[in-house]
């Protein structure tokens, strides 16, 4: 088979999904459209920075074009459309209704809502909603209480999945039929632990527990983690290195005083870490790492860390995703790992899931995982069954992408108008990387990088795919920081935050997808041509 056959197999799902489905090489994309082209696409199109600066901005003249956005983040038009059909006909006006993935989520944001916040235009009476199996909460409607709840939704991963508002606005009349795609036909949760459970060594498949989203799967293992280790008198968590925004999120919302969040910017300074536990190791209940982080693909040492870690009682709570655990194995050295499957295990991009799996060595690990497990939210069924047709793909998925990776990064470091690039086998962690690789050539899909010169000028002219997400079939560009964190990238005392945390505002994160590496590299280098 030639390099050109693999493209074409690797892109077309090995003849379950055709080509067609997804987009020509590089074709321009217009403004918020989806990526892939399906109603289910977890990316969408920001083609120029102007978009960008648009989008976070809010300008009716950028979000107009939004047809769909990251699910965490957009609220997917399906689930809009259910919204306004039950606030139309449930007799909610002037109210805003949210559609929730269960009651239990719904709860426990009727009970956010009615805490005392800083604005006491924040505080609400929020109700539960309730019809046809789907549960939501209404609110009056103020733009201080919507954000305050769409941010515990998108921290939480409690949005209503977009395949069950679908199923249930067809059923309602609304829309005339589901989008076509195909499903695993038989047991979906047995199949997706089956691809799952070997990659966690000493586990059982029962261990393998499936989230919405990997958002969800971090909130619910944390609170769990929080929750049983406070009851120590253990209430100190430790971010190490420069995590994902709603991760961060999540550690400032559930500090229960200001010096219970620590941050420590370098992943690899072990003795600054050493040093917090000598002062307070009897007060720390536990850290929360990436391996690799995002965006900046640094990997400590996580057999040194977890050797400190549990020597003091603490706990390590590891999310592997940006290589995912196809790719590296981080289970020894954590309590409890968390993963997005929604990158990598569902690399068509057309549907959210996250994955906890507890380390059967830890602690009470089996009240633990129970724990856990009753606060996850589940998956819906379509998705879940989605999610089976396509996992077992990934190994297959992950090698062509995996080949592809280090000739873009060499590439990318010869050249002379790059200034600096990271990934998985970049010179400042490799060695700690290649102690949890599954294999030499196991380096995940993405690469970070900034440039000598403007980033508008190489961004608006370069014909990738540009939008949110990795780990996809599809090559996948953006400006992260400006997505993840634009009042940080756009105000001078964020900008110095992120250089406290070596990270560079214009910093671009290349998500390696399945088209030929050539094709790839030519496109770069027609956008850096000055």
């Known amino acids: 088979m030639t390099r050109n056959d693999e493209t074409r197999d690797c892109l077309a799902g090995g003849g379950s999904e055709t080509l067609d489905t997804h987009m020509p090489a590089f074709a321009p ?18 083609p120029t920075m102007a978009a960008v600066h648009g989008y976070e901005q809010r300008d009716p003249a950028i979000v107009r074009h939004m047809t769909s956005g990251y699910p965490r983040f957009v609220v997917h038009p399906f689930v809009q459309q259910l919204s306004e059909h039950y606030r139309a006909t449930a007799g909610l006006a002037g109210q805003f209704l949210w559609l929730t993935s269960s009651a239990r989520i719904a709860r426990e944001l009727i009970d956010l809502l009615a805490q005392p916040a800083t604005n006491p235009n924040e505080v609400a009476t929020a109700t539960a909603f309730a019809a046809d199996g789907i549960h939501g909460v209404a609110h009056p409607d103020s733009p201080e209480v919507r954000a305050r709840a769409k941010r515990f939704l998108q921290n939480s991963g409690g949005f209503l999945s977009s395949r069950a508002a679908e199923d249930r606005l067809v059923q309602l009349g609304l829309v005339a039929a589901v989008h076509p795609e195909t499903y695993y036909p038989d047991n979906a949760l047995t199949e997706v632990r089956h691809h799952l459970q070997p990659l966690f060594a000493g586990t059982v498949v029962e261990d393998i527990l499936p989230a919405t989203c990997g958002m969800n799967a971090l909130y619910a293992a944390f609170r769990t ?112 790992v968390t993963v997005s499957l929604t990158k990598y295990a569902a690399s068509e991009g057309d549907l959210m899931a996250g994955l906890v799996v507890v380390n059967p060595n830890t602690p009470q690990a089996a009240k633990v995982r129970q724990a856990i497990a009753a606060r996850l939210e589940p998956v819906y069924p379509r998705d879940l069954a989605r999610l089976a047709h396509e996992i077992g793909r990934t190994p297959e998925v ?22 600096r690039v990271a990934w998985a086998h970049h010179q400042a962690s490799r060695d700690n990387y290649e102690k949890i690789a599954r294999s030499p050539e196991s380096v995940g899909c993405m690469i970070s990088f900034s440039l000598h010169q403007p980033i508008a000028e190489f961004y608006d002219r370069l014909q990738l795919p540009k939008g949110p997400s990795f780990g996809m079939k599809t090559t ?14 756009t105000t001078e005392t964020g900008r110095a935050e ?20 050539s094709d790839i590299i030519d496109a770069l280098d027609a956008a850096l041509a000055r």
Do not use: M
């Open 29 to 46: 994309i217009p403004l918020g459209q989806p990526i892939p082209p399906t109603p289910h696409a977890v990316s969408c199109s920001l």
């Open 398 to 419: 992950l090698r062509f992408i995996e080949t592809s990776v280090p000739l873009i990064a060499a590439w990318l470091e010869a050249h002379p108008a790059v200034k």
């Open 498 to 517: 992120l250089a406290a945390s070596g990270l560079d505002p214009d910093l671009l994160r290349l998500s390696v997808g399945c088209e030929p590496v």
């Open 476 to 489: 996948l560009i953006c400006p992260f920081i400006y997505l993840a964190h634009y009042e940080l990238a």
């Open 225 to 336: 983690l929080a929750e049983r280790q406070s009851a120590q008198g253990r209430t100190v968590w430790v971010q190490l290195g420069w995590l994902y925004l709603d991760t961060i999120a999540l550690l400032k919302r559930f500090a229960l005083a200001p010096d219970d969040y620590v941050h420590l910017p370098d992943v690899f300074d072990l003795p600054a870490l050493e040093q917090l536990f000598s002062a307070q190791g009897n007060r720390i209940a536990g850290l929360i790492i990436e391996a690799p982080t995002n965006p900046l693909i640094q990997t400590p040492d996580l057999a040194a860390i977890a050797g400190l870690t549990r020597s003091h009682g603490a706990v390590t709570l590891i999310d592997c995703s940006v290589s995912s655990p196809f790719s590296v194995d981080v289970l020894p050295h954590a309590d409890v």
